[in-house]
């Protein structure tokens, strides 16, 4: 292996490692945040929006969008406001290993939405590993009733970062 694809394939590695890092200090952080979860939402969605605004503003990059492009952007913003908000709520009614493990249902939402979005045939390889992943997450909290409304916002996060 070259030089240059280790030093790629370390630097994406490290890179990965920070993100998980970062997501998982997310949870906690939204754990130990006395918001509710709209709020809490609400003003990290402004904060960052301000930082990416004045971050593309200072390097040229703010454009005018149409009205067909601001809607669309706004929808995604909603989808991901809906996320966020029944993630930090799943947090605060259960605690953040119950959020995150809900958070994992996610790819098995792309694997229903993305045929029903692209119009193409479900395959029954992605029905069986949802299955699989459904009975692994019901194995998990099966025993416990403490957090069923931690997981059902879960859930619907999950659907949402879908």
Do not use: C
Not at 124 to 153: C, K, M, N, P, Q
């Amino acid at each position: 292996m070259s030089s240059h694809k280790f030093s790629t394939l370390t630097k994406n590695l490290f890179l990965m490692h920070f993100v998980v890092i970062i997501f998982g200090f997310t949870g906690i952080l939204g754990k130990l945040i006395t918001l509710n979860a709209i709020p809490l939402v609400f003003w990290r969605t402004l904060i960052g929006g301000v930082a990416i605004y004045i971050w593309l503003k200072l390097r040229g990059k703010v454009s005018k969008k149409s009205f067909k492009e601001l809607a669309q952007i706004s929808f995604v913003g909603l989808l991901v406001a809906i996320h966020w908000s029944t993630f930090f709520a799943s947090i605060k009614a259960s605690n953040v290993s119950v959020a995150l493990t809900m958070l994992a249902l996610s790819p098995m939402f792309v694997g229903f939405l993305e045929p029903l979005i692209f119009r193409r045939k479900l395959d029954w390889r992605e029905l069986l590993v949802a299955f699989i992943v459904l009975l692994g997450v019901a194995t998990i909290f099966s025993f416990d009733t403490t957090y069923h409304e931690g997981i059902i916002l879960g859930i619907i996060s999950a659907f949402f970062a879908s």
